[in-house]
C-alpha cells in the first residue's frame, strides 16, 4: 500500500518562494512517475507538473518557467521548487503517485499554499 505525505505549504507574498516535499511510503518509489496537482477554491484539481526520471519532466503552461519539480529516489521523495509566486497560485497542492506498471494511482491529502500581500 502506498500512502504520501505532503509538506511545505504556507502563506507567502506574491513574488516569493515555497518548496513543497512529498514523502512516499511504499515499495518501489522509481516504479512510480510523481506528480503534483492543485486545486483552488471553485475551481477543478489541475494538473502542475510531473516527473518519471530526470529526462522526463513535464510542466503545466501555468507554471513553466517557475516552478521546478524533482524527485530523490534514494529518500522516495519528491519535490515542487516554486518561485516568482502569484495569488492564482493560491491552492490545496496535492501529490500524486501513479504505478508504471499497473497505471493506479495514489493521492496525498494536501497542502495548503496562499499567496497574498
Known amino acids: 500500500q502506498v500512502q504520501l505525505v505532503e509538506s511545505g505549504g504556507g502563506l507567502v507574498q506574491p513574488g516569493g518562494s515555497l518548496r513543497l516535499s512529498c514523502a512516499f511510503s511504499?515499495?518501489?518509489?522509481?516504479?512510480?512517475?510523481m506528480a503534483w496537482y492543485r486545486q483552488a477554491p471553485g475551481k477543478q484539481r489541475e494538473w502542475v507538473a510531473f516527473i518519471t526520471s530526470p529526462d522526463s519532466i513535464n510542466y503545466g503552461d501555468s507554471v513553466k518557467g517557475r516552478f521546478t519539480i524533482s524527485r530523490d529516489n534514494a529518500k522516495n521523495t519528491v519535490a515542487l521548487q516554486m518561485n516568482s509566486l502569484k495569488p492564482e497560485d493560491t491552492a490545496v497542492y496535492y501529490c500524486?503517485?501513479?504505478?508504471?506498471?499497473?497505471?493506479?494511482?495514489?493521492w496525498g491529502q494536501g497542502t495548503q499554499v496562499t499567496v497574498s500581500s
Open positions: 500524486k503517485a501513479t504505478s508504471l506498471s499497473s497505471g493506479r494511482s495514489y
Open positions: 511504499g515499495n518501489f518509489f522509481s516504479l512510480y512517475r
